[in-house]
């Protein structure tokens, strides 16, 4: 089974979704999205550029988590917003 996306809604009332590993576990977290359409668009992105590593940067977070956000371009779409990476 490979990994599949998951829209919530956090208690502020604002939507994330997270990419969950075929194991269950979260390996990404988006930023959150006033509206649950424009979470499914920041899914859309993420399925489109995930396969081109050279549009994300990969970094470290204080303490050694690591990191990953969109690599800026000259047009860039609300659905298009930096991606955190969560360690599995």
């Known amino acids: ?28 977290t988006s930023e959150r999205y006033t509206d649950k359409r424009s979470a499914q668009k920041g899914i859309e992105s993420v399925r489109k550029n995930a396969a081109n590593s050279a549009r994300f940067e990969r970094k470290q977070r204080t303490g050694g988590q ?18 955190v990476a969560r360690p599995a």
């Open 1 to 28: 089974m490979a990994g599949m996306f998951e829209v919530k809604k956090a208690s502020d009332g604002q939507f994330y979704f997270n990419l969950k590993a075929s194991n269950g576990k979260v390996v990404l």
């Open 66 to 83: 690591p990191s990953s956000s969109r690599r800026p371009t000259a047009k860039r779409s609300a659905a298009a917003r930096p991606i």
